[in-house]
C-alpha cells in the first residue's frame, strides 16, 4: 500500500480485510536453485467464493467503492466470476478478467464450472488478459476452426471482435505481449533481461502492470498507448522473473522495474528524484506533440512530395531559414541534411534583407522557411523578396492560411494547429512545438540517406 500511494494510486484499505488466526489456504512450492518449481495446492476458502458469496460479502463494496474490479478463471467458482462481473457491470465498473488456465482445465480437471458459464465470462469483460496456453483452445470454443494456425495477432483481434472486449490482452512469454482493441493492434516485445531466474508469477506481476497502465491512463485510444500500456505491463513481467519464487528483493526489484518502464508510465517519479520530474514532463510533452504529428498532422501528400522532390533534384544550395526557436530548428535541420550530402546552410531571417538576398540564386538554390505561425514580419518580408527575385521558396509552417503560406512559389507544408490553437505557447522555450518542426522536417534525411549509401541508425540506441 505504501509503494502504490507514492505513485498516487489510491488505494481504499476499507475494502482490504485480514486476519492473523485461522488457516486459508496450503500450498507447497518447491523451489529449486535454478528456479524449477513444483506446486501443491490443497482445498482452500477460495473454493467457497460463488455467486452466493460474491453477493454477500463483495457486491456492497463494489457499488459503493470500487473503481476496477479484476478476477481470473483458475480457482474461483465460475458462478462467482460472473457474479463480481455483473456486479461490476451494475456499478458501471471496469472489469478485468484473466484467463490463467486452459477452459479445458478449468471445466474437468479443476471442475469450477460449465461451458457456457466460461464463455459468458469471457464475453462479459471489458478487459481479457488470456495467456497462450488458453488463447486457442479459447479462440476454437468460440468458433475459430483456424485458431491453432493463426498468429497471436489474428487471435487478438478474432477475440477483440468475438467477445465485444474493449481491449484483449495475449501474453506470449518470452516474445512479449499481443494487445488488440476493435479497431488498433500491437505487438510488443518482451524486455530483455540479463539472466531469467524463476517464470514463477510472470503472469500476475504482468497483470498487475496491466491494471496499473489501464488506472492510470484508461483504455487506450491510439497505437502509441496501446503500446505504452503493452510496455508498461512487460516491464513489471520481466522485473518478476529476475528472482526466485516470484519474491521481490525490495531496492533491486523496484530499480529494476523502474529501469523497464517506459517514462511517462508513472506520470509522477519517486520522491526523492529531483531534476528527474521536469525531465520525463519535458519527454512526455514531446511524446504527445509526435503522437499529432503521426496521427493528425496537416500534410498533403502532394505538398511532401514536392517538397522532398524539389530538394532531391535540386542542383544548387538549400538555405534553411527562420527565427527563434523556429530559427534553431531551422540550423539543425541544414546541418542535418549536410551530413547527407545536401549542400545546406542556415540563415537568419533578420540577415536576408541585410545583404543576404544575393546568396541565393534563382533557378538553382531553394529556400526553406521554418516558422510556426507563418506570420513572422521577417520571414514574409525575406520570402516575398526571395520570389520576386525567383528564388523557390518552400515552407515547414504552423498555420495553413498564414501570410507566409500565400506566398506564390512557396509550397506549404504544415503541422497544424489542435482544435484551431497550437498545441504549445510560442512564448515558451523548449516547447512540443520545437520537436514538432524538427522531427517534421528531420524526415528527407533518412531518404537522403539511402539514396546516397550512408547508413544511419537511429540515436537513441
Not at 483456424?146 to 483481434?157: D, G, T
Not at 525575406?382 to 528564388?391: I, M, S, W, Y
Request: proline share 4%; with cysteine; aromatic share 4%.
Amino acid at each position: 500500500l505504501y509503494s502504490t500511494g507514492r505513485y498516487g494510486l489510491d488505494v481504499n484499505s476499507r475494502a482490504v480485510r485480514y486476519r492473523m488466526r485461522g488457516l486459508d489456504m496450503q500450498c507447497l512450492v518447491f523451489v529449486q536453485d535454478d528456479g524449477e518449481k513444483s506446486i501443491m495446492q490443497g482445498p482452500s476458502s477460495i473454493d467457497l467464493i460463488n455467486a452466493q458469496a460474491v453477493n454477500e460479502y463483495f457486491d456492497d463494496v463494489i457499488q459503493q467503492h470500487a473503481s476496477m474490479v479484476t478476477t481470473e478463471i483458475s480457482q474461483v467458482p465460475l458462478s462467482g466470476v460472473l457474479a463480481l462481473l455483473n456486479s461490476a457491470r451494475r456499478a458501471g465498473v471496469l472489469t478485468i478478467l484473466d484467463l490463467d488456465i486452459p477452459p479445458s482445465v478449468a471445466i474437468r480437471e479443476a471442475k469450477l464450472g460449465s461451458l457456457e458459464e466460461l464463455l459468458v465470462c469471457v464475453r462479459g469483460a471489458d478487459v481479457l488478459k488470456a495467456s497462450k496456453s488458453s488463447v486457442i483452445e479459447l479462440s476454437q470454443w468460440l468458433g475459430n476452426r483456424n485458431a491453432k494456425c493463426s498468429s497471436f495477432a489474428e487471435l487478438a483481434r478474432f477475440l477483440a471482435k468475438e467477445c465485444g472486449s474493449k481491449l484483449v490482452c495475449i501474453t506470449t512469454g518470452a516474445e512479449g505481449c499481443v494487445l488488440a482493441t476493435s479497431e488498433l493492434l500491437v505487438e510488443v516485445p518482451a524486455h530483455q533481461v540479463t539472466v531469467v531466474v524463476d517464470t514463477m508469477g510472470a503472469g500476475d506481476a504482468f497483470l498487475g502492470g496491466l491494471i496499473f497502465g489501464i488506472h492510470k491512463a484508461g483504455i487506450p485510444d491510439t497505437v502509441m498507448e496501446l503500446r505504452e500500456l503493452g510496455t508498461t505491463a512487460n516491464a513489471f513481467g520481466a522485473a518478476c522473473v529476475c528472482s526466485v519464487g516470484s519474491v521481490p528483493v525490495v531496492d533491486e526489484s523496484r530499480d529494476r522495474l523502474l529501469s523497464f518502464l517506459p517514462f511517462t508510465a508513472l506520470g509522477k517519479v519517486p520522491k526523492g528524484s529531483s531534476g528527474v520530474d521536469g525531465f520525463v514532463s519535458s519527454l512526455a510533452n514531446d511524446v504527445q506533440a509526435l503522437a499529432h504529428l503521426l496521427s493528425k498532422v496537416y500534410v498533403t501528400k502532394e505538398g511532401a512530395d514536392k517538397v522532398i522532390g524539389l530538394i532531391n533534384s535540386s542542383r544548387g544550395h538549400l538555405f534553411t531559414s527562420g527565427i527563434g526557436k523556429s530559427g534553431s530548428v531551422a540550423e539543425r535541420f541544414a546541418a542535418s541534411l549536410s551530413s547527407v550530402e545536401v549542400p545546406s546552410s542556415y540563415v537568419n531571417a533578420c540577415h536576408w534583407t541585410h545583404g543576404d538576398l544575393g546568396k541565393a540564386q534563382r533557378g538553382r538554390d531553394i529556400v526553406l522557411f521554418i516558422s510556426h505561425s507563418g506570420s513572422t514580419e521577417e520571414c514574409v518580408t525575406a520570402a516575398r523578396h526571395l520570389v520576386a527575385k525567383g528564388v523557390t521558396t518552400v515552407g515547414l509552417i504552423g498555420r495553413k492560411d498564414s501570410p507566409l503560406s500565400k506566398q506564390r512559389n512557396t509550397t506549404g507544408v504544415t503541422d497544424g494547429p489542435v482544435n484551431g490553437t497550437s498545441l504549445c505557447p510560442i512564448t515558451l522555450p523548449n516547447t512540443p512545438g520545437s520537436s514538432m518542426q524538427w522531427n517534421g522536417g528531420r524526415t528527407h534525411a533518412p531518404e537522403r540517406s539511402q539514396q546516397v549509401n550512408i547508413p544511419v541508425q537511429p540515436s537513441w540506441r
